[in-house]
C-alpha cells in the first residue's frame, strides 16, 4: 500500500495542471458540502432556540402543595357545581354506539378516565419534604431534562462595620446553569466562574438600580464589597434582570452556597428545570411529578408534598376566578401545552429540513462535478501510462495490483481535495458568520463524514478508469507509444 500511495504521488506530480484543477473541482464540491450542512445545522438550532425562546420550556418545583384541590392540575378536581366530570366525552350522538368506540381509541380520554378511578387523595403531609440534594440527583438523570438550577433566597443582616446606607440585603443564590434558563444579560464585569459556583466563592452580581442604591457615589460597582455573616463579598459582575421591581431590600445575587452558608440553610427553596424542546415539556413534569413522589414515598391517597409547575400553569393561577372554570383550565394545560407546542416544534424542524435538502442538492451536484473531474484525469492517465501498465504486467503484477494502484490514485487525488475542500468550507461558514450574520454550525462528525465522502467519491469515480487499466491486453500495451 505505501509503495502504491508513492507511485500515486508521483504520477499525480507528473500531471500537475490537470492534478490542480482535478484537485480544485473535488475541493468546491466538499466545499460545498460543508457550507450547506454548517447552514442547514445551524439553521435547526436557531429554530428550536426560536421556538424555546417562544414557547415553555420550564419546570418549577417547589416544596409544599398549596394548589386548591378544585383547580389541581394532576387531574384529582372534583366536579362541583354540576359541570360535567373530568373523562366525560361530549362527542357524538349517546347510544350511536359511534361514541364509544371514540372514547376507547382517545387517549386523553382514557387518561382522564384512568384518573377518576384512580383513589382520591385526601391526605397531606406537614411539613412538606424540603427540597435538597436527592431531588437534585433525580432530576439530572430525569430523561427530557437539558439542565437544572436549584435557588434559595432570604434575608441577611450585614455586619456591623459594612459602611453601607442599607442595614439589610436579600441575598438570592442561584447556580451556574440558571442564567441560561433567564434573560439575565451581563452589562459589566464577568459571570461567576464555574469554580466559584463549586466552593461558594464569596462573588456576586448586581442589577445597575441596587450598585446605584448601595454604592452611589462610586463610578463603577466592579470590586465593591459587602461585609457579611463574617465574609467580604466582591461584586465581579452586573446584569440586567427583567422583571425585578423596586424592591424595599436591595437584591444581590451569590452562588447557591453561600447563599445556604448565610442563611444557615441546607434546603433549597425551588428547582427549576429546562427541558430539551417545548415538545417534551408536559410530559417531563408528569414523569417528575411520578419520581418526586416515589423518592417522598408518598402513598396513593396522599397528595403531592411538592408542586412541579410548567410556565403555562403558573402564568394561569385559580384566585378571583370561577373555580369550575381554573378547574377546567388547568386540568387542560398539559394537554394544550403537548398538542400546540409539539406542532409548532414539527412544523418548524420540517421547514428546516426542507431548507437542508434543497441546499444538499446544490451540495451533490458539486460534488458529482468533482467526481467526473476525477473520472476523466484516470481516463487520461490511463490512456497515457498504457505502456508502462503493459510493462508492469509483463514484470508480473497481476489485474488486482493494476487496479489497485489507480485506485489508490483516485482516492489519493480525492482526499487532498477533500481536506482542502474542508479548509474552504470552514472559511466559507466563517464568512457567513460573521460577515452575513447568518447561523451556522460545524461538527467533527459532520468534517469526517465529508472526508469519507471525498474517498467514496474517489472509489466510485475511480473504478471504471481503474478496471480498464487492469483488463489491459499486456502485449497491446506494450506495442503502444
Not at 255 to 264: K, R, W
Amino acid at each position: 500500500m505505501i509503495t502504491n500511495l508513492r507511485m500515486a504521488m508521483r504520477a499525480l506530480t507528473q500531471n500537475r495542471l490537470q492534478a490542480l484543477l482535478t484537485l480544485l473541482g473535488m475541493s468546491v464540491g466538499i466545499a460545498m458540502v460543508v457550507i450547506v450542512s454548517g447552514l442547514g445545522r445551524g439553521a435547526q438550532l436557531k429554530i428550536e432556540s426560536q421556538i424555546e425562546a417562544a414557547g415553555p420550556t420550564r419546570i418549577a418545583i417547589h416544596a409544599g402543595n398549596f394548589t386548591p384541590s378544585a383547580i389541581d392540575s394532576g387531574g384529582q378536581q372534583d366536579s362541583s357545581g354540576g359541570e360535567p366530570s373530568e373523562g366525560a366525552y361530549s362527542g357524538g350522538t349517546p347510544g350511536s354506539g359511534g361514541d364509544m368506540t371514540a372514547v376507547s381509541t382517545d387517549s386523553a380520554a382514557m387518561d382522564a378516565r384512568k384518573r377518576m378511578r384512580a383513589v382520591a387523595r385526601t391526605r397531606y403531609r406537614a411539613p412538606p419534604t424540603p427540597l435538597g440534594a436527592p431531588e437534585m440527583a433525580l432530576l439530572r438523570q430525569t430523561d427530557g431534562v437539558r439542565a437544572v438550577a436549584a435557588s434559595v433566597e432570604g434575608n441577611v443582616s450585614l455586619d456591623a462595620d459594612a459602611g453601607l446606607p442599607v442595614y439589610v440585603i436579600r441575598f438570592s443564590g442561584f447556580e451556574q446553569s440558571w442564567p441560561d434558563m433567564t434573560d439575565w444579560k451581563l452589562t459589566d464585569g464577568r459571570w461567576i466562574s464555574e469554580a466559584e459556583h463549586r466552593a461558594s466563592g464569596p462573588v456576586m452580581l448586581v442589577t445597575p438600580r441596587v450598585a446605584k442604591q448601595l454604592w452611589p457615589n462610586a463610578a463603577s460597582p466592579i470590586g465593591q464589597t459587602i461585609a457579611a455573616g463574617g465574609k467580604k463579598i466582591a461584586v465581579v459582575g452586573v446584569i440586567e434582570v427583567t422583571g425585578q421591581g423596586d424592591a424595599v431590600v436591595p437584591t444581590v445575587y451569590v452562588p447557591v452556597g453561600l447563599a445556604q452558608s448565610l442563611l444557615h440553610r441546607t434546603s433549597y427553596d425551588s428547582i427549576t428545570v429546562r427541558t430539551t424542546s417545548v415538545g417534551v415539556t408536559a410530559a417531563v413534569a408528569k414523569d417528575i411529578g411520578q419520581k418526586l413522589r416515589a423518592l417522598h414515598h408518598l402513598p396513593e391517597d396522599m397528595v403531592d408534598d411538592f408542586r412541579a409547575e410548567t410556565q403555562s400553569v403558573a402564568a394561569m393561577p385559580g384566585m378571583g376566578s370561577d373555580p369550575r372554570l381554573a378547574r377546567a383550565v388547568h386540568s387542560n394545560t398539559a394537554g394544550f401545552e403537548q398538542a400546540s407546542w409539539e406542532q409548532m416544534a414539527k412544523s418548524l424542524r420540517q421547514a428546516g429540513r426542507t431548507f437542508t435538502l434543497l441546499l444538499a442538492g446544490a451540495a451533490a451536484v458539486s460534488l458529482l462535478v468533482g467526481g467526473i473531474g476525477i473520472m476523466n484525469i484516470m481516463l487520461v492517465s490511463v490512456t497515457a501510462r498504457t505502456r508502462e501498465i503493459g510493462l508492469r504486467m509483463a514484470l508480473g503484477a497481476r489485474a488486482g495490483d493494476v487496479m489497485m494502484q489507480f485506485l489508490v490514485e483516485s482516492v489519493t487525488l480525492a482526499a487532498l481535495g477533500g481536506v482542502f475542500g474542508l479548509a474552504l468550507g470552514l472559511g466559507g461558514l466563517l464568512v457567513t458568520q460573521y460577515g452575513f450574520h447568518w447561523a451556522s454550525a460545524a461538527s467533527p462528525a459532520m468534517l469526517a463524514a465529508a472526508l469519507v465522502m471525498a474517498a467514496l467519491t474517489g472509489i466510485v469515480f475511480g473504478f471504471v478508469p481503474a478496471r480498464r487499466a487492469a483488463f489491459l491486453d499486456p502485449v497491446i500495451a506494450l506495442k503502444s507509444e
